[in-house]
């Protein structure tokens, strides 16, 4: 089975550097290979590009606009009366995309309108939704692109945000109908939702494009206290036969993430009598991860079974 691969996700890891560029550099001197990010069409496209180029690092998600944030935006892919809006912020996105080499975008949903309830405003929202979806394929069907669609947690994170689980993805992408329009898998989300995460990645697995990792209920880091235990989900992953991008998406704890990597060697092995140990700095670019530290299970000393 092919190992997982991992990528930094720009907007939650290293925010203590001001800018995206900084944190691309950062985010290659930690070994990764791979990053995502946000939004980043307020950044100096050329100076990403430079960067990008000169860390080797590729960069493998972006998300469509929120909108106007201060007004209570999140997206606009199934906000009534926003459709001219969300197709130029996608046109942008999309721009930004084809400079920076990046194959998927995320197609934000949205938040149910303040003056409506979730029960009044689904129909329309989803039909909405389904509208943009469609022409979102057409036009990242052009350019060799995927349109990722996110269920976002409705219980903690956030209330009123209208795509909040892995069924009503799923039933959406069936409406649709179009390859290249597919499901983010945001096990956050996904646990706080819904639970039963075995049975749920075994279902929906064919349709996920991309996955995102945090640890419940701290959105911290996978090895960090909590109630998912990575070790077998990430087993489940690749026993799955999963060979995308696990996205980082964790409020780091303690240390900024740029020192988080400049510690002392760790081990790396359940293993009492096994001294396969490492620096975090070095591990990372490694093919598991248990939060800050991966694991590559070719090189491993022992018998540990994860």
């Given at each position: ?6 990528c930094a ?10 800018d995206?560029?900084?944190?691309l550099?950062?985010a ?5 290979q ?19 180029e000169s ?5 493998v998600?972006?998300n ?5 944030l ?30 920076l080499?990046c194959?998927?975008i ?38 060799e ?35 290249n329009?597919?499901?983010q ?5 996904w ?21 995102q ?12 206290p909590?109630?998912?235990n ?6 489940t ?7 995308g991008y696990v996205g980082?998406?964790?409020k ?15 081990r ?6 096994c001294?396969l140990?490492?620096p ?6 490694g093919?598991r ?8 299970l070719?090189?491993?000393?022992c018998?540990?079974?994860?």
């Amino acid at each position: 089975m092919a190992p997982l691969k991992f990528c930094a996700n720009l907007s939650w890891l290293f925010t203590e550097l001001p800018d995206l560029s900084r944190r691309l550099q950062a985010a290659a001197a930690a070994g990764f290979q791979a990053v995502e990010a946000a939004w980043i069409l307020d950044s100096n496209l050329q100076e990403l590009q430079r960067v990008k180029e000169s860390a080797g690092v590729e960069l493998v998600l972006l998300n469509t606009p929120p909108g106007d944030l201060k007004a209570g935006d999140l997206g606009l892919g199934a906000v009534p009366g926003r459709e001219a809006e969300f197709r130029r912020g996608l046109e942008q996105t999309v721009d930004f995309a084809k400079a920076l080499n990046c194959k998927r975008i995320h197609l934000m949903a949205g938040r149910i309108p303040a003056d409506s309830s979730r029960a009044s405003a689904a129909r329309e929202m989803e039909a909405v939704f389904i509208q943009n979806l469609r022409y979102a394929a057409d036009v990242l069907q052009k350019e060799e692109m995927t349109g990722l669609i996110e269920p976002i947690n409705t219980r903690v994170t956030d209330p009123n945000y209208f795509l909040n689980s892995p069924h009503q993805a799923a039933e959406i992408l069936e409406k649709v109908g179009r390859p290249n329009i597919q499901l983010q898998m945001d096990l956050f989300h996904w646990q706080i939702m819904d639970g039963n995460l075995t049975q749920n990645m075994q279902k929906y697995l064919p349709l996920v494009g991309h996955v995102q990792v945090a640890q419940v209920p701290g959105r911290n880091e996978p090895d960090s206290p909590g109630e998912l235990n990575f070790h077998y989900l990430f087993s489940t992953l690749e026993n799955l036969g999963y060979q995308g991008y696990v996205g980082c998406e964790y409020k780091p704890l303690g240390e900024p993430s740029s020192q988080l990597w400049n510690q002392e060697p760790v081990r790396l092995c359940a293993d009492p009598v096994c001294s396969l140990q490492a620096p975090q700095k070095e591990v990372w670019g490694g093919s598991r991860s248990t939060g800050l530290v991966v694991l590559n299970l070719e090189d491993r000393a022992c018998n540990w079974d994860v």
